[in-house]
């Protein structure tokens, strides 16, 4: 079965630092997708990558953070200078579409990369 | 915005059946969706509802009442790996596809 693939699956990094998440997203999904889970909480949108460009962002999504399609498989989160509530679980997910039809609109996640943030 | 509400927690026997309500309010709806998370684990997709009424897939079936704001999960059967969250999400209209996910139900199986 197709799956989205996160590397790494953990990193720590000091505060201030930046910090790269890539995903490899099921090869013929057109949308991309950032969460973020802090231990014990609800999972957050961070932003939405359609077309080579954002398509929506929450306001945690703020100018620290950056999304990027480097090339026709990979696609990265980087938070610019870490702080430590950046500390989470960010999860990776793309869909082949985002209508009404089921199945096209259904986020696949992938495992996750856990970011702690000293 | 957008509320959803689940309740935190629920335990039941193995081979019952456990229903697993969700409520929510947004601004313009367009779809619900169950995922399951094991701890530590990513969401894994269960069911998906943009119109009234009960979708069934083998054990899991999810029904939605869009006047009432109103979903559950029916998970029947039940077995030990279905110990996990259940996680009640909604996607709101106005194209994208962001959900909002609720808090989870955090589900135990016991013997």
């Known amino acids: 079965e197709p799956e989205v693939t996160q590397t790494p699956s953990h990193q720590v990094t000091q505060m201030g630092q930046e910090v790269i998440l890539r995903c490899v997203p099921i090869s013929n999904h057109l949308y991309f997708y950032w969460y973020r889970q802090i231990l014990g909480q609800k999972v957050e949108f961070l932003v939405s990558f359609y077309n080579n460009e954002i398509s929506e962002k929450s306001e945690i999504f703020d100018d620290q953070f950056s999304v990027e399609r480097p090339d026709g498989s990979n696609f990265t989160l980087k938070i610019r200078s870490t702080k430590l509530e950046d500390s989470a679980m960010y999860f990776c997910?793309?869909?082949?579409?985002?209508?009404?039809?089921?199945?096209?609109?259904?986020?696949?996640f992938g495992a996750g990369s856990r970011l702690t943030v000293l | 915005g957008q509320n959803i509400d689940q309740p935190t927690e629920m335990t039941a026997t193995e081979g019952a059946i456990v229903q697993i309500n969700c409520t929510y309010q947004t601004s313009g709806f367009n779809g619900l969706f169950w995922y399951q998370q094991h701890a530590g684990e990513a969401p894994t997709f269960l069911s998906y509802n943009v119109l009234d009424g009960l979708e069934e897939k083998g054990r899991f079936s999810s029904f939605l009442s869009r006047s009432k704001g109103y979903s559950y999960l029916l998970l029947k059967e039940l077995q030990m790996k279905d110990s996990a969250s259940y996680l009640c999400?909604?996607?709101?209209?106005?194209?994208?596809?962001?959900?909002?996910f609720g808090t989870g139900t955090q589900l135990k199986v016991e013997l």
């Open positions: 999400a909604v996607r709101r209209g106005g194209g994208g596809n962001k959900l909002t």
């Open positions: 997910a793309s869909s082949s579409g985002q209508g009404l039809v089921s199945g096209a609109n259904v986020l696949t």
